[in-house]
């Protein structure tokens, strides 16, 4: 079955268990995985590896001063743990929700004149994002979650966790 993009036209974005759908304009995940190779003094010696990806959990918001602001609650919470799940449109369909556990950090924000109040915060995440779309789990046994076979064996098994909705 071909895979199909959306516009994205809402998006619901819980910290925790508050809603911030009307201050948020969009949330990305990004891995970090660093390379290494070596150069070995044998023919065809040069072996190249990939290690284990890094997440982070970005959110582009409005930067509100009010009390119960996204941008206030940034602040107010630095350092703090914390659980973001984010459901892209179409948020009537089940199946669309992502899961990050973060720590949380203050955000920056842009007052200029002439423009919206916008800023964004890039939060470290404490394991990689669980949920439709986000990636494979790697707990063996589960028929929702993925198992994984030793690098280079070609018979991989893929299954996506998919979150309730």
């Known amino acids: 079955m071909p895979t199909r993009a959306y516009v994205v036209k ?3 974005v819980l910290v925790g268990a508050v809603d911030y759908q009307c201050e948020v ?6 891995p970090s995985a660093s390379t290494q190779t070596i150069a ?6 040069v072996v190249s590896d990939v290690g284990r990806a890094t997440w982070a959990l970005t959110i582009s918001y409005t930067s509100s001063l009010q009390a119960n602001a996204l941008f206030r609650m940034l602040a107010e919470n630095d350092g703090e743990a914390a659980t973001v799940s984010f ?9 669309h929700k992502i899961t990050a556990e973060v720590i ?43 198992t994984r076979a030793p690098k280079g064996n070609a018979n991989r098994s893929r299954a ?6």
């Open 104 to 146: 949380l950090a203050a955000g920056g924000a842009d007052w200029t004149v002439g423009n919206f109040n916008t800023g964004t915060v890039t939060l470290p995440m404490t394991a990689p994002p669980t949920g439709a779309g986000a990636g494979p789990t790697v707990t063996a046994g589960s028929p929702t979650t993925t």
């Open 25 to 30: 304009s969009g949330v990305s995940l990004t």
């Open 160 to 165: 996506w966790t998919l979150g309730s909705g």
């Open 10 to 12: 809402e998006m619901h």
């Open 87 to 95: 459901e892209p449109f179409p948020v009537a369909e089940a199946g």
């Open 40 to 45: 070995l003094a044998c023919p065809d010696g």
